[in-house]
Protein backbone atom coordinates (compact mmCIF):
# COMPACT_ATOMS: atom_id res chain seq x y z
CA UNK A 1 0.00 0.00 0.00
CA UNK A 2 1.39 3.36 -0.94
CA UNK A 3 -0.07 6.98 0.92
CA UNK A 4 0.44 10.10 -0.82
CA UNK A 5 -1.23 13.03 1.32
CA UNK A 6 -2.96 15.62 -0.73
CA UNK A 7 -4.42 18.98 0.49
CA UNK A 8 -8.04 20.00 -1.33
CA UNK A 9 -7.72 23.52 -2.72
CA UNK A 10 -10.92 25.84 -2.00
CA UNK A 11 -12.88 24.05 -3.84
CA UNK A 12 -12.64 20.69 -2.02
CA UNK A 13 -10.64 19.52 -5.07
CA UNK A 14 -6.69 17.95 -4.92
CA UNK A 15 -4.76 16.40 -7.84
CA UNK A 16 -2.39 13.34 -7.24
CA UNK A 17 -0.20 10.79 -9.17
CA UNK A 18 1.15 7.88 -9.03
CA UNK A 19 4.06 6.25 -11.42
CA UNK A 20 3.65 2.80 -12.04
CA UNK A 21 6.89 0.99 -11.65
CA UNK A 22 8.07 -1.50 -14.74
CA UNK A 23 7.08 -5.09 -14.10
CA UNK A 24 4.58 -4.43 -11.23
CA UNK A 25 2.04 -7.26 -11.26
CA UNK A 26 -0.99 -6.44 -13.29
CA UNK A 27 -4.66 -6.50 -12.85
CA UNK A 28 -7.23 -4.05 -11.01
CA UNK A 29 -5.72 -1.54 -8.42
CA UNK A 30 -7.62 1.15 -6.53
CA UNK A 31 -7.19 4.52 -4.80
CA UNK A 32 -9.07 4.96 -1.38
CA UNK A 33 -9.09 8.65 -0.35
CA UNK A 34 -9.57 8.71 3.51
CA UNK A 35 -9.76 12.40 5.55
CA UNK A 36 -6.67 12.48 7.41
CA UNK A 37 -8.36 12.85 11.37
CA UNK A 38 -10.53 8.98 10.48
CA UNK A 39 -11.02 6.18 8.97
CA UNK A 40 -14.56 5.46 9.14
CA UNK A 41 -15.63 3.55 6.14
CA UNK A 42 -18.65 6.31 5.22
CA UNK A 43 -15.80 9.16 5.03
CA UNK A 44 -14.19 7.72 1.93
CA UNK A 45 -14.65 7.04 -1.56
CA UNK A 46 -12.74 4.41 -4.39
CA UNK A 47 -12.10 4.97 -7.78
CA UNK A 48 -10.63 1.42 -9.94
CA UNK A 49 -7.53 1.72 -12.85
CA UNK A 50 -6.13 -1.44 -14.55
CA UNK A 51 -2.51 -1.88 -15.14
CA UNK A 52 -1.91 -3.94 -18.32
CA UNK A 53 0.01 -4.88 -21.09
CA UNK A 54 -1.49 -4.05 -24.67
CA UNK A 55 -0.93 -2.79 -27.89
CA UNK A 56 -2.34 -0.09 -29.15
CA UNK A 57 -4.76 0.05 -31.81
CA UNK A 58 -3.73 1.76 -34.78
CA UNK A 59 -7.82 1.72 -36.61
CA UNK A 60 -10.85 2.57 -35.78
CA UNK A 61 -14.58 1.33 -37.12
CA UNK A 62 -17.91 2.93 -37.95
CA UNK A 63 -21.17 1.93 -38.59
CA UNK A 64 -23.28 4.79 -40.24
CA UNK A 65 -26.88 4.46 -41.36
CA UNK A 66 -27.69 5.42 -45.18
CA UNK A 67 -30.31 8.04 -44.21
CA UNK A 68 -32.22 9.49 -40.93
CA UNK A 69 -35.65 8.07 -40.97
CA UNK A 70 -36.91 4.68 -41.77
CA UNK A 71 -40.27 3.05 -41.88
CA UNK A 72 -42.06 -0.05 -41.45
CA UNK A 73 -41.60 -2.45 -44.64
CA UNK A 74 -38.65 0.04 -45.63
CA UNK A 75 -35.03 -1.14 -46.25
CA UNK A 76 -32.51 -0.44 -43.48
CA UNK A 77 -29.22 0.11 -44.80
CA UNK A 78 -25.79 0.86 -42.89
CA UNK A 79 -22.62 1.80 -44.21
CA UNK A 80 -19.63 -0.19 -42.15
CA UNK A 81 -16.19 1.22 -42.84
CA UNK A 82 -12.60 0.48 -41.14
CA UNK A 83 -9.98 3.41 -41.41
CA UNK A 84 -6.81 3.75 -40.34
CA UNK A 85 -6.02 6.51 -37.36
CA UNK A 86 -3.80 8.19 -39.76
CA UNK A 87 -6.11 8.32 -42.50
CA UNK A 88 -6.10 5.05 -44.78
CA UNK A 89 -8.57 2.73 -45.69
CA UNK A 90 -8.29 -0.77 -44.79
CA UNK A 91 -8.88 -2.40 -48.30
CA UNK A 92 -10.24 -5.67 -48.01
CA UNK A 93 -10.00 -6.26 -44.06
CA UNK A 94 -12.42 -9.59 -42.36
CA UNK A 95 -16.07 -8.38 -41.03
CA UNK A 96 -18.16 -9.56 -38.91
CA UNK A 97 -21.64 -8.29 -38.41
CA UNK A 98 -24.43 -8.96 -36.54
CA UNK A 99 -27.89 -7.36 -36.33
CA UNK A 100 -30.67 -7.32 -33.18
CA UNK A 101 -33.84 -5.55 -32.79
CA UNK A 102 -36.04 -4.13 -29.84
CA UNK A 103 -38.31 -2.19 -29.05
CA UNK A 104 -37.53 1.13 -28.17
CA UNK A 105 -39.14 4.46 -27.47
CA UNK A 106 -39.59 7.55 -30.07
CA UNK A 107 -40.44 11.28 -28.98
CA UNK A 108 -40.31 13.59 -32.12
CA UNK A 109 -39.42 17.81 -31.10
CA UNK A 110 -42.01 19.07 -30.37
CA UNK A 111 -43.16 22.62 -27.82
CA UNK A 112 -46.06 21.23 -26.06
CA UNK A 113 -44.48 18.42 -24.26
CA UNK A 114 -47.04 15.69 -25.61
CA UNK A 115 -45.90 11.75 -24.65
CA UNK A 116 -45.49 9.51 -27.65
CA UNK A 117 -46.09 5.63 -27.86
CA UNK A 118 -47.86 2.54 -26.02
CA UNK A 119 -47.66 1.97 -22.48
CA UNK A 120 -44.77 -0.81 -21.12
CA UNK A 121 -47.57 -3.55 -20.62
CA UNK A 122 -48.54 -3.55 -24.09
CA UNK A 123 -45.05 -3.47 -25.48
CA UNK A 124 -44.49 -6.48 -24.32
CA UNK A 125 -46.41 -7.75 -26.85
CA UNK A 126 -44.27 -6.41 -30.16
CA UNK A 127 -40.89 -7.83 -27.72
CA UNK A 128 -42.12 -11.39 -27.85
CA UNK A 129 -42.39 -11.18 -31.87
CA UNK A 130 -39.01 -9.89 -31.34
CA UNK A 131 -37.41 -12.98 -29.45
CA UNK A 132 -35.52 -14.44 -32.18
CA UNK A 133 -34.87 -11.52 -34.96
CA UNK A 134 -31.12 -12.34 -34.71
CA UNK A 135 -28.53 -11.99 -38.07
CA UNK A 136 -24.91 -12.38 -38.30
CA UNK A 137 -22.47 -12.65 -41.33
CA UNK A 138 -18.48 -12.75 -42.27
CA UNK A 139 -17.43 -10.51 -45.48
CA UNK A 140 -15.10 -8.68 -46.39
CA UNK A 141 -14.40 -4.93 -46.66
CA UNK A 142 -14.01 -3.59 -50.28
CA UNK A 143 -11.57 -1.32 -51.87
CA UNK A 144 -12.85 1.42 -50.05
CA UNK A 145 -12.89 0.04 -46.82
CA UNK A 146 -16.42 -0.08 -46.54
CA UNK A 147 -19.63 -2.41 -46.75
CA UNK A 148 -22.85 -1.57 -47.28
CA UNK A 149 -24.98 -3.53 -44.74
CA UNK A 150 -28.97 -3.92 -46.12
CA UNK A 151 -31.60 -5.71 -43.96
CA UNK A 152 -35.71 -5.66 -44.92
CA UNK A 153 -37.73 -4.15 -41.86
CA UNK A 154 -40.42 -6.37 -42.30
CA UNK A 155 -41.93 -6.73 -38.62
CA UNK A 156 -45.57 -5.92 -38.42
CA UNK A 157 -45.71 -3.80 -35.29
CA UNK A 158 -47.43 -0.96 -33.14
CA UNK A 159 -44.41 0.21 -31.22
CA UNK A 160 -40.50 1.58 -32.83
CA UNK A 161 -38.42 -0.72 -33.20
CA UNK A 162 -34.68 -0.33 -32.62
CA UNK A 163 -32.25 -2.64 -35.41
CA UNK A 164 -28.92 -2.69 -33.71
CA UNK A 165 -25.60 -3.09 -35.60
CA UNK A 166 -22.61 -4.33 -34.57
CA UNK A 167 -19.50 -4.76 -36.35
CA UNK A 168 -15.64 -6.09 -35.44
CA UNK A 169 -12.94 -5.57 -38.32
CA UNK A 170 -9.62 -6.98 -38.17
CA UNK A 171 -6.54 -6.23 -39.37
CA UNK A 172 -4.28 -8.44 -41.25
CA UNK A 173 -2.36 -8.87 -38.25
CA UNK A 174 -5.55 -10.25 -36.66
CA UNK A 175 -6.29 -6.69 -33.98
CA UNK A 176 -10.22 -6.13 -33.84
CA UNK A 177 -11.87 -3.29 -33.73
CA UNK A 178 -15.73 -2.71 -33.15
CA UNK A 179 -18.41 -0.21 -33.63
CA UNK A 180 -22.32 -0.17 -33.69
CA UNK A 181 -25.00 1.88 -34.54
CA UNK A 182 -28.57 1.82 -33.58
CA UNK A 183 -31.62 2.85 -36.01
CA UNK A 184 -35.32 3.45 -35.38
CA UNK A 185 -37.87 1.97 -37.50
CA UNK A 186 -40.90 4.26 -37.45
CA UNK A 187 -44.37 2.07 -37.37
CA UNK A 188 -45.94 5.12 -39.27
CA UNK A 189 -45.36 7.97 -41.13
CA UNK A 190 -46.23 10.51 -38.07
CA UNK A 191 -46.99 9.54 -34.24
CA UNK A 192 -49.79 10.82 -31.90
CA UNK A 193 -48.33 13.25 -29.77
CA UNK A 194 -50.65 13.47 -26.34
CA UNK A 195 -50.84 14.36 -23.08
CA UNK A 196 -53.29 14.31 -20.15
CA UNK A 197 -53.50 17.73 -17.62
CA UNK A 198 -53.04 15.95 -15.17
CA UNK A 199 -52.36 11.90 -13.43
CA UNK A 200 -54.91 12.05 -10.93
CA UNK A 201 -58.24 12.43 -11.19
CA UNK A 202 -61.40 12.73 -9.37
CA UNK A 203 -64.17 9.71 -10.01
CA UNK A 204 -66.92 12.21 -12.60
CA UNK A 205 -64.24 14.33 -13.49
CA UNK A 206 -63.63 15.61 -17.46
CA UNK A 207 -60.48 14.66 -18.50
CA UNK A 208 -59.31 16.26 -21.88
CA UNK A 209 -56.81 14.32 -23.94
CA UNK A 210 -54.92 16.77 -25.90
CA UNK A 211 -53.41 15.60 -28.93
CA UNK A 212 -51.39 16.36 -32.31
CA UNK A 213 -50.06 14.48 -35.25
CA UNK A 214 -45.91 14.85 -36.35
CA UNK A 215 -43.26 12.90 -38.32
CA UNK A 216 -40.68 12.11 -36.85
CA UNK A 217 -38.31 15.40 -37.47
CA UNK A 218 -40.96 17.01 -35.42
CA UNK A 219 -43.06 18.41 -38.33
CA UNK A 220 -46.74 19.01 -37.47
CA UNK A 221 -49.05 16.61 -39.61
CA UNK A 222 -53.00 17.72 -40.05
CA UNK A 223 -56.21 16.14 -41.95
CA UNK A 224 -56.40 12.62 -40.45
CA UNK A 225 -58.59 11.37 -37.45
CA UNK A 226 -57.89 10.53 -34.29
CA UNK A 227 -59.72 8.37 -32.19
CA UNK A 228 -59.50 8.62 -28.47
CA UNK A 229 -61.20 5.29 -26.69
CA UNK A 230 -60.63 5.16 -22.35
CA UNK A 231 -60.36 1.83 -21.08
CA UNK A 232 -60.45 0.96 -17.79
CA UNK A 233 -57.66 -1.88 -16.34
CA UNK A 234 -59.29 -4.40 -13.55
CA UNK A 235 -57.48 -7.24 -11.92
CA UNK A 236 -59.46 -10.49 -11.27
CA UNK A 237 -57.82 -12.42 -8.51
CA UNK A 238 -58.83 -15.62 -7.46
CA UNK A 239 -57.63 -17.88 -4.61
CA UNK A 240 -56.72 -21.68 -5.46
CA UNK A 241 -55.72 -24.43 -3.33
CA UNK A 242 -52.24 -25.78 -4.18
CA UNK A 243 -51.47 -29.60 -4.05
CA UNK A 244 -50.06 -29.10 -0.85
CA UNK A 245 -52.90 -27.63 0.83
CA UNK A 246 -51.61 -24.10 0.44
CA UNK A 247 -53.02 -21.32 -1.05
CA UNK A 248 -52.00 -19.34 -4.20
CA UNK A 249 -53.82 -16.25 -6.06
CA UNK A 250 -53.79 -15.63 -9.57
CA UNK A 251 -54.28 -12.27 -11.20
CA UNK A 252 -55.95 -11.88 -14.38
CA UNK A 253 -55.89 -8.52 -16.19
CA UNK A 254 -58.76 -7.03 -18.15
CA UNK A 255 -59.58 -3.85 -20.00
CA UNK A 256 -62.81 -2.40 -20.62
CA UNK A 257 -63.98 0.08 -23.04
CA UNK A 258 -66.09 2.85 -20.97
CA UNK A 259 -65.50 6.14 -23.52
CA UNK A 260 -64.79 6.95 -26.65
CA UNK A 261 -64.72 10.06 -28.98
CA UNK A 262 -62.95 10.88 -32.44
CA UNK A 263 -61.70 13.81 -34.19
CA UNK A 264 -59.75 15.39 -37.10
CA UNK A 265 -56.22 16.51 -36.21
CA UNK A 266 -56.35 20.44 -37.61
CA UNK A 267 -54.01 21.82 -34.88
CA UNK A 268 -51.27 21.43 -32.54
CA UNK A 269 -54.41 22.27 -29.65
CA UNK A 270 -56.62 19.52 -30.85
CA UNK A 271 -58.61 17.93 -27.42
CA UNK A 272 -61.27 15.69 -26.41
CA UNK A 273 -62.67 15.14 -22.83
CA UNK A 274 -63.96 12.12 -21.49
CA UNK A 275 -65.71 10.64 -18.36
CA UNK A 276 -64.65 7.90 -15.37
CA UNK A 277 -67.19 7.35 -13.41
CA UNK A 278 -65.08 4.64 -11.27
CA UNK A 279 -61.97 4.88 -9.15
CA UNK A 280 -59.30 3.11 -11.10
CA UNK A 281 -56.14 2.27 -13.32
CA UNK A 282 -57.17 4.30 -17.13
CA UNK A 283 -55.44 4.03 -20.18
CA UNK A 284 -56.70 6.30 -23.55
CA UNK A 285 -55.84 4.94 -26.50
CA UNK A 286 -55.39 7.65 -29.18
CA UNK A 287 -54.95 6.32 -32.64
CA UNK A 288 -54.55 7.25 -36.44
CA UNK A 289 -53.94 6.10 -40.02
CA UNK A 290 -51.62 7.52 -42.05
CA UNK A 291 -51.89 7.39 -45.80
CA UNK A 292 -50.70 3.73 -46.14
CA UNK A 293 -52.90 2.30 -43.91
CA UNK A 294 -50.25 2.26 -41.06
CA UNK A 295 -51.22 2.39 -37.63
CA UNK A 296 -49.74 4.75 -35.16
CA UNK A 297 -50.93 4.34 -30.95
CA UNK A 298 -49.92 6.67 -28.31
CA UNK A 299 -51.51 5.38 -24.68
CA UNK A 300 -51.48 7.73 -21.85
CA UNK A 301 -51.95 6.13 -18.14
CA UNK A 302 -54.42 7.87 -15.68
CA UNK A 303 -55.36 6.95 -12.18
CA UNK A 304 -58.96 8.09 -10.74
CA UNK A 305 -59.70 8.63 -7.07
CA UNK A 306 -63.44 7.80 -5.70
CA UNK A 307 -65.22 6.18 -3.30
CA UNK A 308 -65.94 3.11 -5.81
CA UNK A 309 -63.71 -0.01 -4.90
CA UNK A 310 -60.43 -0.25 -7.62
CA UNK A 311 -59.45 -3.69 -8.26
CA UNK A 312 -55.86 -4.09 -8.17
CA UNK A 313 -53.80 -7.16 -8.83
CA UNK A 314 -53.27 -9.01 -5.32
CA UNK A 315 -50.66 -10.53 -4.57
CA UNK A 316 -49.68 -13.11 -2.12
CA UNK A 317 -47.18 -11.17 -0.02
CA UNK A 318 -46.96 -8.01 2.31
CA UNK A 319 -45.92 -5.26 -0.86
CA UNK A 320 -48.33 -2.65 -1.93
CA UNK A 321 -47.77 -0.28 -5.24
CA UNK A 322 -47.24 3.28 -4.95
CA UNK A 323 -47.18 5.39 -8.23
CA UNK A 324 -45.93 8.79 -8.31
CA UNK A 325 -47.43 11.60 -10.62
CA UNK A 326 -44.33 12.52 -12.52
CA UNK A 327 -40.83 11.26 -13.24
CA UNK A 328 -38.45 13.87 -12.15
CA UNK A 329 -39.18 16.87 -9.52
CA UNK A 330 -37.80 20.68 -9.16
CA UNK A 331 -37.44 21.96 -5.77
CA UNK A 332 -40.49 23.93 -4.73
CA UNK A 333 -43.14 20.82 -6.36
CA UNK A 334 -45.07 19.11 -4.48
CA UNK A 335 -44.93 15.07 -5.32
CA UNK A 336 -48.19 13.46 -5.11
CA UNK A 337 -48.33 9.14 -4.34
CA UNK A 338 -51.30 7.41 -5.41
CA UNK A 339 -51.32 4.07 -2.74
CA UNK A 340 -52.64 1.26 -4.27
CA UNK A 341 -54.44 -0.01 -1.22
CA UNK A 342 -56.18 -3.26 -0.55
CA UNK A 343 -57.86 -1.98 2.40
CA UNK A 344 -61.22 0.19 2.56
CA UNK A 345 -59.41 1.87 5.69
CA UNK A 346 -56.06 1.46 7.11
CA UNK A 347 -53.08 3.68 9.42
CA UNK A 348 -50.28 4.44 7.24
CA UNK A 349 -46.59 5.41 8.23
CA UNK A 350 -44.97 7.56 5.68
CA UNK A 351 -41.62 7.98 6.29
CA UNK A 352 -38.80 10.23 3.48
CA UNK A 353 -35.62 8.34 3.65
CA UNK A 354 -32.19 7.88 1.93
CA UNK A 355 -29.36 6.87 4.19
CA UNK A 356 -31.25 7.65 7.17
CA UNK A 357 -35.24 8.73 8.01
CA UNK A 358 -35.47 12.18 6.92
CA UNK A 359 -38.67 12.72 8.56
CA UNK A 360 -42.00 10.83 9.20
CA UNK A 361 -45.75 11.03 9.79
CA UNK A 362 -48.49 8.77 10.48
CA UNK A 363 -52.18 9.22 8.99
CA UNK A 364 -55.47 7.43 8.48
CA UNK A 365 -56.45 6.41 4.73
CA UNK A 366 -59.57 5.97 3.23
CA UNK A 367 -60.08 3.87 0.18
CA UNK A 368 -58.27 1.91 -2.52
CA UNK A 369 -57.06 5.16 -4.31
CA UNK A 370 -55.58 7.68 -1.65
CA UNK A 371 -53.30 10.17 -2.58
CA UNK A 372 -50.84 11.61 -0.37
CA UNK A 373 -48.71 14.85 -0.93
CA UNK A 374 -44.89 15.09 -0.54
CA UNK A 375 -43.35 18.89 -0.63
CA UNK A 376 -39.88 19.12 -2.14
CA UNK A 377 -37.26 20.75 -0.69
CA UNK A 378 -33.40 21.21 -1.60
CA UNK A 379 -32.13 18.51 1.10
CA UNK A 380 -33.84 16.04 -1.16
CA UNK A 381 -31.66 16.97 -4.08
CA UNK A 382 -31.18 14.33 -6.05
CA UNK A 383 -33.16 11.84 -4.79
CA UNK A 384 -35.32 10.66 -1.36
CA UNK A 385 -37.32 6.97 -0.83
CA UNK A 386 -41.00 7.21 -0.15
CA UNK A 387 -41.45 4.36 2.12
CA UNK A 388 -45.18 3.33 3.28
CA UNK A 389 -45.74 0.91 6.17
CA UNK A 390 -50.33 0.05 5.60
CA UNK A 391 -51.82 -1.37 8.78
CA UNK A 392 -54.95 -2.92 8.74
CA UNK A 393 -56.31 -3.81 12.25
CA UNK A 394 -58.59 -6.74 13.40
CA UNK A 395 -62.28 -5.23 11.76
CA UNK A 396 -64.42 -7.72 12.84
CA UNK A 397 -66.82 -5.28 14.68
CA UNK A 398 -66.18 -2.76 11.47
CA UNK A 399 -69.69 -2.87 9.65
CA UNK A 400 -67.50 -1.12 6.96
CA UNK A 401 -65.55 -3.63 6.04
CA UNK A 402 -67.38 -6.01 3.32
CA UNK A 403 -65.03 -8.91 3.25
CA UNK A 404 -67.11 -12.40 3.84
CA UNK A 405 -64.02 -14.10 5.01
CA UNK A 406 -63.89 -13.91 8.69
CA UNK A 407 -60.81 -14.95 9.44
CA UNK A 408 -59.48 -12.27 7.13
CA UNK A 409 -61.61 -9.97 9.55
CA UNK A 410 -60.23 -10.93 12.66
CA UNK A 411 -56.30 -10.53 11.50
CA UNK A 412 -54.13 -7.41 11.34
CA UNK A 413 -52.92 -7.02 8.01
CA UNK A 414 -49.86 -4.85 6.83
CA UNK A 415 -48.47 -4.06 3.68
CA UNK A 416 -45.28 -1.82 2.29
CA UNK A 417 -44.22 0.45 -0.51
CA UNK A 418 -41.31 1.79 -1.63
CA UNK A 419 -40.97 4.41 -4.51
CA UNK A 420 -37.94 6.80 -5.70
CA UNK A 421 -38.19 10.32 -5.94
CA UNK A 422 -35.30 11.94 -8.45
CA UNK A 423 -35.18 15.83 -7.81
CA UNK A 424 -33.00 17.11 -10.28
CA UNK A 425 -30.15 20.03 -9.33
CA UNK A 426 -30.89 23.14 -10.81
CA UNK A 427 -28.47 25.61 -12.38
CA UNK A 428 -25.29 23.05 -11.84
CA UNK A 429 -24.17 22.26 -15.00
CA UNK A 430 -21.53 24.10 -17.08
CA UNK A 431 -21.15 24.73 -21.08
CA UNK A 432 -17.71 23.86 -22.42
CA UNK A 433 -16.19 24.75 -25.91
CA UNK A 434 -12.90 23.03 -26.71
CA UNK A 435 -11.11 23.71 -30.06
CA UNK A 436 -7.40 22.68 -31.14
CA UNK A 437 -6.16 25.61 -33.41
CA UNK A 438 -5.33 22.95 -35.63
CA UNK A 439 -7.42 19.80 -37.07
CA UNK A 440 -4.05 17.97 -38.16
CA UNK A 441 -0.54 18.25 -36.78
CA UNK A 442 2.55 16.59 -37.61
CA UNK A 443 4.88 14.60 -34.81
CA UNK A 444 6.40 16.61 -32.93
CA UNK A 445 4.52 20.50 -33.35
CA UNK A 446 3.38 22.27 -30.70
CA UNK A 447 -0.19 22.00 -30.21
CA UNK A 448 -2.63 24.58 -28.81
CA UNK A 449 -6.08 23.85 -27.69
CA UNK A 450 -8.68 26.68 -26.42
CA UNK A 451 -11.15 26.46 -23.65
CA UNK A 452 -14.35 28.22 -23.20
CA UNK A 453 -16.26 28.13 -20.13
CA UNK A 454 -19.55 29.41 -19.39
CA UNK A 455 -22.59 29.01 -17.23
CA UNK A 456 -25.61 27.17 -19.43
CA UNK A 457 -27.77 29.63 -17.78
CA UNK A 458 -27.62 33.38 -19.89
CA UNK A 459 -24.44 31.94 -21.11
CA UNK A 460 -22.53 33.89 -17.71
CA UNK A 461 -18.83 34.06 -18.24
CA UNK A 462 -17.15 31.89 -15.55
CA UNK A 463 -13.64 33.20 -14.54
CA UNK A 464 -11.35 31.06 -11.88
CA UNK A 465 -13.28 27.63 -13.60
CA UNK A 466 -11.10 24.59 -12.54
CA UNK A 467 -10.32 22.59 -15.46
CA UNK A 468 -8.81 19.08 -16.03
CA UNK A 469 -7.61 18.79 -19.27
CA UNK A 470 -6.64 15.00 -20.67
CA UNK A 471 -5.48 14.51 -24.37
CA UNK A 472 -5.00 10.62 -25.39
CA UNK A 473 -4.76 8.24 -27.69
CA UNK A 474 -7.84 7.20 -29.53
CA UNK A 475 -6.62 3.97 -29.51
CA UNK A 476 -5.78 3.46 -25.99
CA UNK A 477 -9.58 4.80 -25.10
CA UNK A 478 -11.02 1.72 -27.97
CA UNK A 479 -8.69 -0.63 -26.38
CA UNK A 480 -9.95 0.09 -22.84
CA UNK A 481 -13.58 1.11 -24.06
CA UNK A 482 -12.95 4.15 -22.06
CA UNK A 483 -15.31 6.72 -22.00
CA UNK A 484 -15.42 10.02 -19.72
CA UNK A 485 -17.97 10.48 -17.12
CA UNK A 486 -20.09 13.13 -16.82
CA UNK A 487 -19.27 14.82 -13.62
CA UNK A 488 -22.31 16.56 -13.00
CA UNK A 489 -23.84 13.24 -12.95
CA UNK A 490 -20.79 11.51 -10.98
CA UNK A 491 -20.96 14.38 -7.80
CA UNK A 492 -25.06 14.22 -8.09
CA UNK A 493 -25.35 10.86 -8.44
CA UNK A 494 -28.48 9.00 -6.92
CA UNK A 495 -28.04 7.63 -3.43
CA UNK A 496 -28.63 4.25 -2.73
CA UNK A 497 -31.72 3.32 0.16
CA UNK A 498 -30.01 2.25 3.59
CA UNK A 499 -33.01 1.97 5.60
CA UNK A 500 -34.02 -1.85 6.71
CA UNK A 501 -37.72 -2.21 7.99
CA UNK A 502 -39.61 -5.02 9.86
CA UNK A 503 -42.31 -6.01 11.33
CA UNK A 504 -42.82 -8.92 14.04
CA UNK A 505 -46.49 -9.59 13.04
CA UNK A 506 -45.73 -10.66 9.91
CA UNK A 507 -41.77 -11.54 9.78
CA UNK A 508 -41.39 -9.55 7.40
CA UNK A 509 -37.97 -7.88 5.99
CA UNK A 510 -38.18 -4.47 4.20
CA UNK A 511 -35.89 -2.60 1.84
CA UNK A 512 -32.62 -4.12 2.76
CA UNK A 513 -29.37 -1.25 2.72
CA UNK A 514 -27.64 -1.39 -0.16
CA UNK A 515 -24.47 -0.04 0.26
CA UNK A 516 -23.78 3.70 -0.91
CA UNK A 517 -24.68 6.10 -3.40
CA UNK A 518 -25.43 4.32 -6.86
CA UNK A 519 -23.05 4.16 -9.50
CA UNK A 520 -24.51 3.86 -13.00
CA UNK A 521 -19.87 -0.02 -15.84
CA UNK A 522 0.94 3.87 -34.17
CA UNK A 523 3.56 4.35 -35.59
CA UNK A 524 5.41 4.46 -39.20
CA UNK A 525 6.91 6.82 -41.38
CA UNK A 526 10.34 8.99 -40.65
CA UNK A 527 13.18 11.43 -41.61
CA UNK A 528 16.15 11.07 -42.95
CA UNK A 529 18.27 10.32 -40.39
CA UNK A 530 15.46 11.14 -37.75
CA UNK A 531 13.49 8.21 -35.92
CA UNK A 532 10.43 8.92 -33.71
CA UNK A 533 11.05 7.37 -30.29
CA UNK A 534 8.10 9.56 -28.40
CA UNK A 535 5.16 7.24 -28.69
CA UNK A 536 3.05 7.77 -25.50
CA UNK A 537 -0.91 7.48 -25.28
CA UNK A 538 -1.46 10.25 -22.85
CA UNK A 539 0.00 13.56 -24.63
CA UNK A 540 -0.96 15.61 -22.51
CA UNK A 541 -2.59 16.62 -18.71
CA UNK A 542 -3.39 19.00 -16.36
CA UNK A 543 -4.90 18.38 -13.10
CA UNK A 544 -5.69 21.94 -12.21
CA UNK A 545 -5.83 24.99 -14.62
CA UNK A 546 -8.04 27.54 -13.39
CA UNK A 547 -9.45 30.44 -16.38
CA UNK A 548 -8.71 33.81 -17.02
CA UNK A 549 -11.30 36.68 -16.16
CA UNK A 550 -13.31 35.79 -19.80
CA UNK A 551 -13.76 32.51 -18.80
CA UNK A 552 -11.03 30.91 -21.34
CA UNK A 553 -7.98 29.17 -21.27
CA UNK A 554 -5.30 27.79 -23.59
CA UNK A 555 -2.90 24.36 -23.15
CA UNK A 556 0.10 24.26 -25.48
CA UNK A 557 2.48 21.17 -25.23
CA UNK A 558 4.60 19.47 -28.28
CA UNK A 559 2.59 16.63 -30.17
CA UNK A 560 4.03 13.16 -29.24
CA UNK A 561 5.18 10.85 -32.54
CA UNK A 562 2.32 8.49 -33.23
CA UNK A 563 0.44 8.73 -36.02
CA UNK A 564 -2.86 8.77 -34.73
CA UNK A 565 -6.42 10.64 -33.13
CA UNK A 566 -5.77 12.23 -30.40
CA UNK A 567 -8.63 13.08 -27.83
CA UNK A 568 -8.55 16.30 -25.77
CA UNK A 569 -11.22 15.93 -22.89
CA UNK A 570 -12.01 18.81 -20.20
CA UNK A 571 -13.97 18.25 -17.15
CA UNK A 572 -14.71 21.91 -15.58
CA UNK A 573 -15.77 23.15 -12.06
CA UNK A 574 -17.05 26.31 -10.58
CA UNK A 575 -18.10 27.84 -7.34
CA UNK A 576 -17.99 24.30 -5.87
CA UNK A 577 -21.05 22.25 -6.96
CA UNK A 578 -21.00 23.22 -10.69
CA UNK A 579 -19.46 20.90 -13.26
CA UNK A 580 -19.60 20.47 -17.01
CA UNK A 581 -17.13 18.64 -19.85
CA UNK A 582 -16.13 19.56 -23.00
CA UNK A 583 -14.30 16.84 -25.85
CA UNK A 584 -12.47 17.63 -29.34
CA UNK A 585 -10.10 15.83 -31.19
CA UNK A 586 -7.32 16.11 -33.63
CA UNK A 587 -4.99 13.98 -36.12
CA UNK A 588 -1.32 13.05 -36.45
CA UNK A 589 -0.14 12.27 -39.74
CA UNK A 590 2.50 12.47 -42.22
CA UNK A 591 3.28 12.92 -45.79
CA UNK A 592 4.21 9.54 -46.10
CA UNK A 593 3.34 6.28 -43.87
CA UNK A 594 4.57 3.05 -44.01
CA UNK A 595 2.48 0.33 -41.32
CA UNK A 596 3.96 -2.96 -40.75
CA UNK A 597 1.66 -6.04 -40.64
CA UNK A 598 3.26 -8.87 -38.68
CA UNK A 599 1.03 -12.04 -37.52
CA UNK A 600 0.17 -11.94 -34.36
CA UNK A 601 1.22 -15.50 -33.88
CA UNK A 602 3.69 -17.96 -35.38
CA UNK A 603 4.74 -21.17 -35.38
CA UNK A 604 8.04 -23.20 -35.64
CA UNK A 605 8.30 -23.72 -39.51
CA UNK A 606 6.14 -21.00 -40.48
CA UNK A 607 7.53 -18.67 -43.18
CA UNK A 608 6.09 -14.85 -43.58
CA UNK A 609 7.20 -11.98 -45.51
Not at 265 to 270: E, L, P, T, V, Y
Request: charged fraction near 25%; include cysteine.
Amino acid sequence: NLKIPVVPNKRGNFTASYKVPKGHSLGDYWVSVYPRKTNIEIDHADVRFQVQKFRTPDFKVTVTPAKKLYFKKDTVQNKIAGEYLFGAPMKGAKLEYYVNKNVTSFNPPNDRGFNFGRTYEHKQNTSDLLANSYDEETVKLNSSGEFDLKVEAKIDALDPINYVFEADVYDLSGQQQSSRSQVTVHPASFYVGAKLGQFFYDAGDEMPAQFALYDPLGKLVTGYDVTVDLMRVKWVSVKRKTLDGQFETKTERKEEKVASCSQKAISKDNSCSLVAKDSGYYIFKLSAKDAEGRLAVTELSAYVEGESYAYWPEEDSHRVELVKDKKNYKLGETAKILIKSPYEKSHALIAIERDKIISYEIKELVGSTPVIDIPIQAKHVPNIFVKIILIRGSMEDDPSHTSKDKKAKQQALVKVGKIELKVAPQGKDLALEVKPQQTIYKPGEEASIDIQVTGVQKGAVLPGAELTVMVVDEGVLLAGGYKLKDPLKTFFAPYRHKVLSSDSRTHYVGMQGLGEKMEDPSSGGGKSRSFRKKFIPLAFYQGALETDATGKATVKFTVPDQLTNFKVMVIANANVDQFGLGMSQFQTQKAIMIRPALPRFIRAGDVFD
